[in-house]
């Protein structure tokens, strides 16, 4: 029951897309009309039909990154990234903004944006692969592979100094769960490593939150950069397909002179954004499956010798929340504490975003995770995708799993064979 009593038993291609049980007649038909706009296709405008797109944006709906409600994969090498379910955070490497944020790239801003409505874009990426093998003690091998970006075709001069970080989409589903983790437990699981050493010692991120005015913690993206989901759907919009809302009403358009003075009305409403943060606040987690099975028992048991579960925690009660009653004091085994840990360098993009160094990332949560070639057709796991199966991913992990990375390697196969097989079964 990984979302508690918002699990979903189904194990097909369906199955990260399965709304929340016990909503009214009328919350089911707000998350409805927000699934439809997830996968809707925005135009530029004008247009009756979701106007707006760009001018600058990086890909065409939600549902063109979040295949399926999944998550995406990394760029092809060899060829520039056209529509990815990707992108390139950029800032200035040194320096913050007001609120202690990562400073935006003159003429560039946030990210690079690689498609445009007309006229030029910001430029283009490719990714490249360096592969080194890694070998166990027993002799096997695996391929493990380093990403190497190359901005080019920029519309001006790409500047020196700036720091680029590869994003590559997460699964969207149990987010509301995640959500209602109050600030105290993400607090509590952080500190409680000083008297229990089952944990590995994390931080949370404090991020600015648009809404409260304030500082807060932070849980969404790979380095917990947002406090809440409407923020982080409004950023998408904003950075990702170029849709300007109330919440972030300034349009990305950097070399689109023809836009400099645009002050027109948010092209999404508050009743369309708030559809669909109503939508991905309400989608239910799938069940565990083959729980029983010696193997994957097995693979349970070295997964906590191993002290994966340091950081990638099985179970977490969810707040009370009177006015939400379907995501209040869940028991939910999301396999995160979403807080930021350094797993060694091999992994840094150098971009420090608030509190998360250039090289800590968000414990990733791996609840369905089991399911991800089944609903999207394909596996790329870590923030940038560089790990094309469960093994390439365990084997990055350095720094403060170090330990976890060694047991692992230290196994027999058919060991390693079942904590894999565990892996299936979230
Ligand atoms: C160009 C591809 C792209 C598009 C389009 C896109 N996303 Fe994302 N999304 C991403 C990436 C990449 C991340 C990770 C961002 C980060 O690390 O900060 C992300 C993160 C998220 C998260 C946080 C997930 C988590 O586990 O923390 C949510 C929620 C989300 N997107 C929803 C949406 C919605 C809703 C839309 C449509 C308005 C959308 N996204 C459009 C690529 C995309
Ligand atoms: C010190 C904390 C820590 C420990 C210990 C740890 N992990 Fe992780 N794990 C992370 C973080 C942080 C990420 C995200 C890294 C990134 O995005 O580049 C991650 C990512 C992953 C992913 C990729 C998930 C995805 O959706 O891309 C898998 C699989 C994983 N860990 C499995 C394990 C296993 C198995 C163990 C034990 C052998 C383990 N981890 C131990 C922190 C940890």
């Known amino acids: 029951m990984s979302g508690g009593g918002q699990t979903a038993f189904d194990q097909g291609s369906s199955a990260f897309d399965h709304s929340f049980t016990g909503l009214s007649g009328r919350d089911q038909l707000i998350h409805d009309r927000g699934d439809k706009q997830f996968d809707l296709p925005f135009v530029p405008a004008p247009s009756h039909v979701n106007p707006g797109i760009g001018p600058l944006y990086n890909n065409i709906s939600c549902g063109s990154c979040h ?27 040194s320096g913050t903004d007001e609120h202690g944020g990562p400073l935006p790239v003159p003429g560039f801003g946030g990210q690079l944006q690689n498609q445009v409505v007309y006229g030029t874009k910001e430029g283009d990426y490719d990714v490249t692969y360096t592969t080194q093998t890694f070998t166990y003690p027993d002799g096997n091998t695996a391929q493990l592979r380093t990403p190497i970006y190359t901005i080019y075709n920029t519309y001006i001069p790409f500047p020196a100094n700036v720091a680029v970080s590869p994003r590559m989409a997460p699964s969207i589903f149990g987010l509301g769960l995640l959500e209602n983790i109050s600030d105290s437990s993400i607090i509590a699981m952080a500190n409680q490593a000083q008297t229990d050493t089952t944990v590995i010692p994390g931080h949370p991120n404090y991020v600015w939150d648009l809404e409260k005015n304030k500082m807060s913690v932070g849980r969404f993206g790979h380095k917990c950069e947002t406090p809440t989901l409407k923020q982080q759907i409004a950023f998408a ?80 009660v969810t707040d009370v929340n009177v006015a939400f009653p379907q995501v209040s004091g869940q028991t939910i085994h999301p396999y995160t504490d979403l807080l930021l840990h350094y797993l060694g360098n091999g992994l840094a993009d150098n971009r420090v975003v608030y509190s998360a160094a250039g090289n800590e990332y968000r414990t990733c949560p791996l609840w369905g995770i089991g399911l991800t070639q089944v609903v999207t057709g394909q596996t790329s796991f870590l923030h940038d995708g560089r790990a094309r199966t469960f093994e390439e991913a365990i084997l990055w992990h350095g720094g403060e799993a170090n330990y976890s990375q060694k047991f692992f390697v230290n196994l027999s196969k058919s060991d390693r064979d079942a904590l894999i097989a565990f892996l299936n079964s979230l």
Do not use: W
Request: charged residues 15%.
């Open 67 to 93: 295949t399926s409600q999944g998550s995406g994969s990394p760029p092809f090498a060899g060829s520039a990234a056209s529509f990815e379910s990707f992108f390139l955070r950029l800032s200035l490497n």
């Open 237 to 316: 919009l904003n950075e990702d397909i170029g849709i300007t809302t109330n919440m972030m009403p300034t349009e990305n358009c950097y070399g689109q002179a023809q836009y400099y003075n645009d002050s027109l009305h948010p092209e999404m409403s508050d009743s369309t954004l708030n559809n669909l943060v109503f939508y991905i606040r309400t989608i239910q987690v799938p069940a565990r499956r083959n729980v029983t099975d010696p193997t994957v028992m097995r693979g349970e048991q070295l997964f906590k010798q191993a002290k994966c579960v340091g950081c990638h925690r099985q179970t977490i």
